[in-house]
């Protein structure tokens, strides 16, 4: 077994002779920092073990935000080929479509600073969040059927949001070949009263401002502007994606077994493509990443509800409008040119963001002269980012970069070290107004606990796979 | 039975011992349960029946513990008495008492998403058993 070794200032390899039945190398992208960061648990393993899959195009790559995950690493992206590779649900994670939407306002840090504090509370009265929590909206059966097909767009004829809404999310609101009879009536049990609720864990709602723009064109493309304040929304397809995810799972670890595949980590279960499992999977998969949409759709809702009976005055013309819309835990059929000829692929992204450059077909046309906007939400405390998508990301990345700070310190230890009402405290003298369902939890979520998403951000620029756009500091946090 | 957790950068994991495999499974829900929420408060007003068939031991054991999480999700119950009456590597039955949660009285600790096949393990060890799971969180 050799090790890693560095390929570039942002890149590290992980050679094939790492762990003997690697069928490709691994690349890590990081400066030293985070792969050091990244050397220190199993993460690097991981990306080893990624590459024992059959069927995998390219390399087996992660993004500056890796650390160790269960099976695929967090930050991992890996590509099959459509006829000879495979589709692995713990590749896609328990937290299917768990993802970004940023709404924008027509609203400056001035004139939301002075109620800061009451527009929160009402923000949080509006918006079901924490453990057992029941969500405001009791789906039937049918409805919930249509929800999984349709994603947004259903929820925008449900009367949550407007048309526009959809044209400005990943896949125009709509994740395509959903089918709800893949999914096991338990799926639809979990998720029944669960559609509308932000959940626990690192999920959250944030005020904040836009404190800095780097690219004035992309900016402006995107309405963003110095001092404006923004809503971001980071949730996922909670209990339903995480009984797809278990149901699978299960399936696919029958598949390996009748195929007799050795596999250095049972969680890497996985089926061939366009075989029937793969293909039920991916229908499943579809639904639940409808359901997250669906979910974030609601979730804007009630926030564009809350600013209007806050400021009184129309959502729209609070100038409440939708950025974008991503999905960072998700596997999909994409084109990709892989040793100098067009394949098709199937792109695994655990914890990864897709980085579309201008001109690209899945890029929303407000967008597509400048590329696909790319939502970094990052640890409360710090920073979030707006980047844009690149052609070098395209070559080097399978259309990927980063999703987050990504968490450098356990839970456990996190609450060793950080007693959460001083964390609160410390964010107040900042000027950060956190309410949270449980102050002790809180602890687990410090910005010490991630790394720095600057860095982080910084170096997929410098590697080429996303350029910064503009910089959001957090003024009101919210979390289950 | 014994059990601890074990640290993970993102998620968190139990390792649990015990001197028989009924105990071990028993061992198993009731430390993923403890991560979740404060026992104490917790009263066996209800019960359900489990029986599970899977194809080996760790399959077992992930499909008990996700079971367990179904109970959670779903039916918005938390659990503090586990009776696994059975365990062979293919087949549990089992009785498992809780109530429903109320946020009010509960002390609700942290959410447990879904136990993975991460790193299980569920094997012999010297005179008893020995289980380590890594959960989603």
């Known amino acids: ?480 | 039975m014994r059990f601890n957790t074990i640290e993970h950068t993102a998620d968190i994991g139990i390792e649990v011992e015990a001197e028989s495999l009924e105990e071990l499974f028993a061992g198993a829900a009731r430390a993923m349960f403890s991560i979740m929420v404060d026992l104490d408060g917790v009263s066996a007003v209800l019960s359900r029946d489990v029986s599970l068939d899977a194809s080996d031991l760790v399959d077992l054991m992930f499909e008990w513990l996700n079971e367990l999480i179904f109970l959670v999700s779903a039916n918005r119950l938390v659990l503090c008495d586990f009776e696994v009456g059975s365990v062979s590597s293919e087949r549990l039955v089992a009785t498992v008492r809780g109530e429903e949660i109320d946020p009010a009285r509960h002390s609700l600790e942290l959410e447990i998403k879904a136990a993975t096949f991460h790193e299980m393990v569920v094997e012999e060890r010297g005179e008893g058993w020995y289980a380590r799971v890594i959960f989603d969180v």
């Open chain 1, 1 to 480: 077994m050799s090790g890693a070794f560095r390929i570039g200032d942002f890149a590290w390899e992980i050679p094939t002779d790492y762990k003997p039945g690697m069928r490709v190398p691994g690349v890590v992208f990081a400066d030293e920092e985070l792969f050091e960061a990244a050397s220190r648990d199993k993460a690097l393993d991981q990306v080893a073990n990624v590459a024992f899959l059959q069927g995998i195009v390219g390399k087996s790559l992660a993004m500056p935000d890796i650390h160790w995950g269960y099976g695929f690493p967090i930050g991992g992206v890996a590509a099959f080929d459509e006829s000879s590779g495979v589709v692995s649900p713990g590749g896609v994670g328990f937290d299917i479509s768990c993802g970004v939407r940023l709404l924008k306002t027509g609203l400056t840090e001035d004139e939301v600073r002075p109620g800061l504090r009451d527009l929160m509370a009402t923000l949080a009265s509006n918006i079901p969040r924490g453990l057992g929590t029941r969500g405001r909206i009791h789906s039937t059966q049918s409805m919930l059927r249509k929800v999984l097909v349709r994603g947004a767009r259903e929820m925008v004829g449900l009367g949550y949001g407007r048309e526009e809404d959809i044209e400005h999310t990943e896949r125009g609101g709509t994740y395509p070949g959903a089918d709800p009879a893949r999914v096991s009536e338990r799926a639809f049990e979990r998720g029944a009263d669960q559609l509308g609720t932000l959940g626990s864990g690192n999920h959250f709602l944030e005020v904040q401002v836009v404190e800095k723009v780097f690219m004035e064109k992309e900016a402006r493309a995107f309405g963003l502007h110095e001092g404006q304040v923004t809503v971001m929304i980071h949730s996922g397809s909670r209990g339903f994606g995480h009984q797809v995810c278990t149901d699978y799972l299960q399936i696919m670890d029958r598949v390996v077994n009748r195929l007799g595949w050795e596999l250095p980590d049972r969680q890497l279960v996985c089926a061939p493509l366009g075989s029937r499992e793969a293909d039920d999977y991916l229908a499943a998969m579809a639904c639940a990443c409808n359901y997250a949409i669906a979910n974030r759709q609601a979730l804007m809702h009630w926030t564009r509800e809350s600013f209007e009976r806050f400021f009184n005055a129309s959502e729209r013309s609070l100038g409440l409008d939708i950025l974008f819309d991503l999905s960072h835990n998700v596997a999909r059929m994409e084109d990709h040119q892989v040793d100098g000829r067009k394949r098709r692929v199937c792109v695994h992204r655990k914890g990864a963001t897709a980085s579309f450059p201008a001109g690209h077909p899945d890029v929303p046309a407000a967008y597509s002269e400048v590329g696909q906007p790319v939502l970094i939400p990052g640890d409360m405390g710090t920073h979030s980012y707006v980047l844009v998508g690149t052609e070098t990301a395209m070559k080097e990345s399978f259309g990927s970069t980063c999703h987050g700070a990504g968490r450098t310190m356990s839970r456990s230890k996190a609450k060793k070290t950080i007693r959460g009402p001083e964390l609160k405290e410390r964010l107040e003298r900042q000027g950060i107004v956190v309410l949270a369902g449980n102050v002790k939890l809180l602890a687990e979520e410090a910005p010490e606990a991630y790394k720095d998403v600057s860095r982080v951000v910084d170096v997929c620029q410098g590697a080429g796979l996303s350029s910064k756009v503009a910089m959001l500091r957090p003024m009101g946090v919210l979390k289950g």
